[in-house]
């Protein structure tokens, strides 16, 4: 059983008509009609909608049609939280030696114990705190506000073979990382299908075209959405 009958059986179930439906999603009639006739499909947003209507999960309403449906996790890398952490405590502890150095120079010069050579140098000094001050600002500032992509650290290795499907991990390397959950679906139709991946908090992470199922071999996921933290 396709989308679109799948669609229609749980239309029907709850006794609504298409006008109904079309009106809780938003959509026309007529997009009801084609996608119950397989001749286009919603979006993924309005497909959510879907299953929050009829309280159904998105197996529900593509197992059917699905030849292999993998479950697992994604895990990505996200930047090292500790040069954060690194960052401010240099940046504070250069802050202090630079006033407390400022406040000894200014105290000294008013004093006539000590050469001007030994002044002047605590100067440059002084000078030389500040402009490291002003460095490790800089190099926090661009770290904190440089993009966060994540940083891929499982390589899925995909194989199908007459619909049977085989997932190889390779880890790359160990992060701190994020952890996704999703489920993969492959749709065939004759030799062209297409994978959609979804994340548990319903974000869309790729769509893409397969031509020739079989000559499907890797699969690269990046993301750009918080999630659960957890450690590897």
Do not use: C
């Not at 179930?13 to 006739?37: C, D, F, G, R, Y």
């Not at 197992?63 to 996790?73: A, H, I, P, R, W």
């Not at 407390?100 to 050579?117: K, P, Q, R």
């Not at 992060?175 to 993969?184: A, G, M, V």
């Amino acid at each position: 059983m396709k989308f679109g009958n799948r669609l229609r059986h749980y239309r029907l179930e709850h006794n609504m008509s298409q006008q109904e439906l079309a009106s809780q999603l938003n959509v026309t009639s007529q997009a009801i009609s084609k996608w119950e006739n397989n001749i286009s499909e919603p979006e993924f947003q309005i497909i959510q909608k879907i299953t929050e209507i009829f309280k159904i999960s998105h197996d529900d309403l593509f197992v059917g049609e699905t030849d292999v449906l993998y479950k697992g996790s994604i895990y990505t890398a996200s930047k090292d939280t500790r040069m954060r952490m690194y960052y401010d405590f240099f940046l504070g502890l250069t802050a202090i030696l630079s006033l407390a150095l400022m406040i000894t120079t200014v105290y000294i010069s008013t004093l006539e114990i000590l050469t001007w050579h030994f002044t002047f140098g605590l100067g440059l000094l002084t000078l030389y705190m500040l402009f490291l001050l002003f460095i490790v600002s800089s190099w926090r500032y661009k770290y904190k506000k440089s993009p966060s992509e994540l940083l891929d650290v499982y390589q899925d290795k995909i194989v199908v073979n007459e619909s049977n499907l085989t997932i190889y991990d390779y880890k790359i390397k160990k992060f701190e990382i994020r952890k996704y959950n999703f489920y993969t679906s492959i749709r065939v139709y004759e030799d062209t299908g297409y994978l959609k991946i979804w994340t548990n908090d319903n974000q869309i992470i790729m769509v893409r075209d397969i031509k020739e199922v079989h000559d499907l071999k890797n699969v690269f996921f990046k993301m750009k959405s918080k999630n659960i933290k957890e450690e590897y």
